[in-house]
């Protein structure tokens, strides 16, 4: 297992390299070293994997080093590799390693290339340290550093302001919820005397139904350390309250956006609750929120997700819905089909995430999809890649055989349904609906982009690079009309301001394509490993594994089977007639829903909401201490009080150094007269 210290080390050593070189190393140096150190990592990852898969394989946990010993607290750092190690680091170094070498096209032009691909790698490597942690501390150290990764790419881009806002807005909103991770480890450690996790999880039963007091109130113990800590998932994987940051952060690069919502961040939390099951298990009532936070994040960002223009925003609240399942997967104790989602939804959601970049570098950087339509001709490889991505993440499938999110999202519903409970059939319900708006923005993101008359014309970003084509034309020619006479024709023919979308480069389609592998066969030819009968021997002990919930789902009602079937050709056909068969429909139902439409595309109104809560409040307080304290009272008694009493009184003393000896001595002489009349009149 020792290949586990080249998988975790080498993305920060190609991270290190790239980013101290710089400019000094160069583009293509810089690129090869951080690409190739992935793929090796991937290359190690896969076989271990396969071991895991079929059963040859035992955990095993890999010292690299003496940590901490600060009287109870003792813990080394170490690489724990099981099962659930093994799924992560296939999902974590596959995708990042295709995202790096699609880098390669996309990011091109860049000029500042090596720093981008360091961020990426130093990414990579923090969400290898979180997946292997052996202990709480290791853990957060990994859990911080995806958040620190997520705030260098997303601001990456940092002269544009709207980037940095929204980097900042990303580290602010991670560490709400990292205060709540933080506060269940310190009450963990409180707990359990240790932050080694198999430790804390072999004793977590025996604290099952134990309280704990604070501020004079008993409360259950397990609850309140499994809502803490569950507050550091909401934050990170972008659950309702806390999911404000996720769609702000398609500020950053495409290749960013695939790597932090399909492989690295988002997925953090998912991997956190599954790791601690045990723990979990323990609490009831921690399960039952969990399951409600996962039902309505589900639903709620399904129904943005329906009302979005810009392509990128669209896939990101689809991220956050498909988060949502897997959040009430783990609520209802189907932890299995938790990451059997979290496994399938990494290739389909990068491959939309990369397939969205591979439109946007064809149609000169525009993400309005009113601009779109016609492309399938113009750039097939990407129209294919796009439709194995959509055919994956609707859960197209029947009679056992399917794309990819078709048997790990139909195994969460089942769960959710055989679980038997009332929060189980909320959850099933709120699933359901999300299916079927998710057919419905999938599709009506594949026909506005692909379909339809060509709606180039009016955009402005296209304009503008057509604009500047004619003028390079002109210049290289010294005959501006020969230049427009040549593109005249493409002009009046298609409407298209004489753009012509163009296919990406062979560095770009080749991530498509393997990731479309994995969108079409990943569901099918892993499903026995992950929730199937018998599986539990798989996942050996590194989660909760439910054999008698995997046999209830057999038995639920057929209808109920058929029912994401059913929704997702509801969600299809509508689009369909939305978007190809009537153009004119979804505007006349956005119009008759009024309102209704605008809170739902405004987002719930949450970004107004915590406008007017958090920061209208944060600012009238810093503007109290500004023009209150420190102007009124702190500037009045220190920089205009006594400062200003000791700078005047300076003044007139400096009158009296005269330099003159007699001066003194009179001085000298009325001092000593004063004084020996004082002590006469005492």
């Known amino acids: ?96 390693a295709l995202v790096h070498l699609y880098s390669w096209g996309y990011m091109d032009e860049e000029p500042d290339q090596p720093r981008f691909f360091a961020y990426l790698s130093l990414f990579t490597f923090a969400m290898l340290m979180l997946v292997t942690a052996d202990n709480l501390v290791q853990m957060f150290f990994g859990w911080e550093g995806v958040g620190l990764a997520s705030y260098l790419l997303i601001g990456f881009w940092f002269r544009k302001p709207s980037a940095s806002a929204a980097a900042i807005k990303a580290f602010v909103v991670n560490r709400v919820g990292d205060l709540g991770f933080m506060l269940g480890i310190f009450g963990t450690f409180l707990v359990f005397g240790t932050v080694s996790i198999p430790a804390i999880l072999a004793e977590a039963p025996g604290m099952a139904g134990s309280t704990i007091g604070f501020l004079g109130y008993r409360f259950d113990t397990m609850t309140v350390l499994c809502l803490l800590l569950f507050v550091g998932a909401m934050g990170k994987s972008a659950q309702l309250g806390l999911h404000t940051w996720l769609p ?100 389909f959601k990068a491959l939309l995430f990369l397939c ?40 197209v499938g029947m009679f056992g055989v399917g794309f990819a999110g ?84 493409a002009a009046h023919g298609d409407g298209t301001a004489g753009y012509h979308p163009h296919e990406s480069p062979w560095v770009m389609l080749l991530p498509l394509v393997i990731l479309s592998v994995g969108a079409v066969f990943a569901g099918f030819v892993f499903q026995h ?21 995997i046999h209830a789902m057999h038995g639920i009602p057929e209808l109920m089977k058929w029912m994401p079937f059913i929704v997702m050709s509801l969600g299809l056909l509508i689009a369909w007639y939305g978007y190809i068969k009537n153009t004119s429909f979804p505007a006349a139902v956005a119009k008759q829903l009024g309102p209704v439409y605008t809170f739902v595309y405004r987002k719930w109104m949450f970004d107004e909401l915590y406008h007017y809560m958090f920061v209208v409040p944060a600012f009238w307080i810093g503007k109290v201490f500004w023009k209150v304290l420190d102007i009124g009272v702190i500037d009045r008694f220190g920089p205009d009080g006594a400062a200003w009493a000791v700078a005047k009184g300076s003044t007139y003393a400096q009158r009296v150094q005269s330099g003159y000896l007699y001066s003194y001595a009179l001085i000298m002489l009325l001092g000593l007269v004063g004084a020996i009349s004082w002590v006469i009149a005492g």
């Open 406 to 489: 078709f048997h790990s999202k139909d195994s969460i519903l089942e769960a959710a349904y055989a679980s038997g409970t009332s929060m189980g059939s909320f959850a099933f319900w709120m699933g359901i609906f999300a299916a079927l708006m998710t057919s419905f923005y999938s599709w009506r993101l594949v026909f506005l982009t692909f379909f339809g008359k060509p709606r180039w014309a009016e955009s402005e970003h296209i304009q503008h690079a057509v604009h500047h084509h004619h003028e390079h034309l002109s210049d290289e020619d010294g005959d501006a009309d020969h230049a427009h006479g040549d593109h005249g024709h």
């Open 1 to 96: 297992m020792n290949q586990i210290l080249i998988i975790v080390f080498l993305p920060m050593l190609a991270a290190i390299i790239a980013g101290l070189g710089n400019k000094q190393l160069g583009n293509v140096a810089a690129k090869s070293i951080t690409t190739g150190a992935l793929f090796i990592a991937c290359g190690l990852s896969w076989p271990i994997f396969i071991q895991f898969l079929n059963g040859s394989a035992e955990a095993t946990v890999v010292p690299v080093l003496k940590w901490v010993a600060s009287g109870a607290l003792t813990f080394d750092w170490a690489l724990r590799v099981d099962t659930l190690t093994a799924v992560m680091l296939v999902v974590v170094t596959s995708v990042s």
């Open 248 to 347: 702000d952060a398609m500020e950053g690069p495409t290749p960013v956006s695939a790597l932090i919502h399909a492989a690295t961040m988002v997925t953090a939390g998912v991997f956190m609750v599954c790791r601690l099951s045990p723990m979990f298990e323990t609490s009831p009532t921690a399960m039952t929120f969990i399951t409600f936070i996962g039902a309505a994040t589900c639903f709620f960002a399904a129904t943005i997700g329906c009302t979005q223009w810009d392509i990128k925003r669209v896939i990101a609240y689809s991220t956050c819905s498909q988060l949502g399942y897997m959040f009430f997967a783990a609520g209802v104790g189907a932890f299995g089909s938790a990451m059997f989602h979290l496994f399938t939804h990494a290739f």
């Open 529 to 549: 490993a992950f929730v199937s009968e018998g599986t539990g021997e798989f996942w050996k002990g590194a989660l909760v594994f439910h054999e008698h919930l």
């Open 356 to 395: 969205a970049g591979s439109v946007i570098h064809a149609m000169h950087h525009e993400q309005d999809m009113r601009f779109y339509g016609g492309l399938w001709k113009k750039i097939p490889v990407t129209f294919w890649a796009m439709t194995a991505g959509t055919l994956a993440i609707t859960g």
